[in-house]
């Protein structure tokens, strides 16, 4: 997932974005400050043009990414439990292990699930305004 790319404008080849390649929510275009160029991104939605399946691999994406963190913090607690014992019991260990898994995922996942609303609640507010369609439907990412 973690993906470096950079893009760059079509026409003129100027780079407007250089990072991790993720899919995001949001304004689904950019003016190219060179040339000004209206370039079509297509790592990026709004809400209400992505498909059912779309929607559905993000809500997965969001969960996926509180399991990872949680495991992160698994991880981090088994180094600082071995680290921190001199007769580690494994037992014990892996019993602790699953409270902080669990602690974790009570944490990350409301946490994924805010920011994820969050998101869309904005894209939401975008995609009210008559003004932010018409722009839309200029660029031929909305029909009606
Ligand atoms: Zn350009």
Not at 7 to 16: E, L, N, T
Request: aromatic share 8%; glycine share 6%.
């Amino acid at each position: 997932m973690a993906l470096r790319v950079t893009r760059s404008c079509p026409s003129c080849g100027a780079v407007f974005e250089s990072g991790l390649d993720r899919r995001e929510i949001g304004i689904p275009f950019v003016e190219c400050k060179e040339c000004g160029q209206v370039i079509i991104l297509n790592h990026i939605t709004e809400w209400e043009l992505k498909s059912v399946w779309q929607k559905c691999a993000f809500i997965l994406i969001t969960i996926w990414t509180a399991v990872l963190y949680a495991s992160g913090a698994v991880i981090i607690g088994c180094a600082v439990e071995w680290l921190a014992t001199e007769n580690i019991i494994w037992m014990n260990a892996a019993s602790h292990s699953l409270v902080v898994y669990g602690i974790g995922l009570l944490v990350t996942i409301p946490i994924g699930i805010v920011l994820l609303a969050k998101d869309i609640r904005q894209s939401k507010t975008r995609m009210a305004s008559p003004k932010y369609r018409v722009l839309l439907m200029s660029a031929g990412l909305l029909k009606d």
